[in-house]
Structure formats: C-alpha cells, structure tokens
C-alpha cells in the first residue's frame, strides 16, 4: 500500500525554522520525483517545490526560494523540506505528493495527508 506521511509541522514564531519530512512506504521512493505543496486557509493549494528522484534536480515556486530547501534521503524513504525564516503568511498545510516519473513533472498521483504549520508570535 502506497503511503506517505508528513511530519514535523507545528507552531512556531515569525523568522523561525521547521523542518518537514515526508516518509514512504509501500514503494521504493528512489524511483520517483516528490513534491511539496501548501494550502492555506480560503486559498487554492500552491506547489512550493519538487525535487527528482536522484535528488540532482530540484525545483522552487517564488515564494519557497531563497527560504525553503527540498532534500532527500532514499536509503530512509524520506524528503525533507527545510524551511527558514518563516512568516505568518506561510501559516497553511503542508502536503508531500509522489510524482509517477523520476522527474517533475507534475502529475502527482498520491498525496499525503498533511502536517499543519502555524507561523505565529
């Protein structure tokens, strides 16, 4: 059974850091592109990041570069995304999705149930 779990979400002050991970099971994760999206409150989901399946390539919407990085480690089934100087305004829920090709293209076909972030003082 394909999975995928957030983790690592939670409250945390404006200018602080949080790292997500998003662990699989129920297939080898090396042999595919992830990504990872927000949706936050009365707004449509945003795709923040993909990284391809060798970790060599990785790509960042506006509002996740310069801030936000996406690693993975294969051997324990797992991405990450670090995520810096945080502000109110990326207050969401944070999805990994699984991308069917090794790299993004965007058709992701299985989604995680999320982990909730709260940028708050």
């Known amino acids: 059974q394909v999975q995928l779990v957030e983790s690592g979400g939670g409250l945390v002050q404006p200018g602080g850091s949080l790292r997500l991970s998003c662990a699989a099971s129920?297939?080898?994760?090396?042999?595919?592109?992830v990504g990872w999206f927000r949706r936050a409150p009365g707004k449509e989901r945003e795709g923040l990041s993909c990284i391809s399946s060798s970790g060599g390539i990785t790509y960042y919407s506006d509002s996740a570069k310069g801030r936000f990085t996406i690693s993975r480690d294969n051997a324990k089934n797992t991405v990450y995304l670090q995520m810096n100087r945080l502000k109110p305004e990326d207050t969401a829920v944070y999805y990994c999705?699984?991308?069917?090709?090794?790299?993004?293209?965007?058709?992701?076909?299985?989604w995680g149930q999320g982990t909730q972030v709260t940028v708050s003082s």
């Open positions: 129920g297939f080898t994760l090396a042999d595919y592109a």
């Open positions: 999705a699984r991308d069917p090709s090794r790299i993004c293209l965007g058709n992701y076909n299985y």
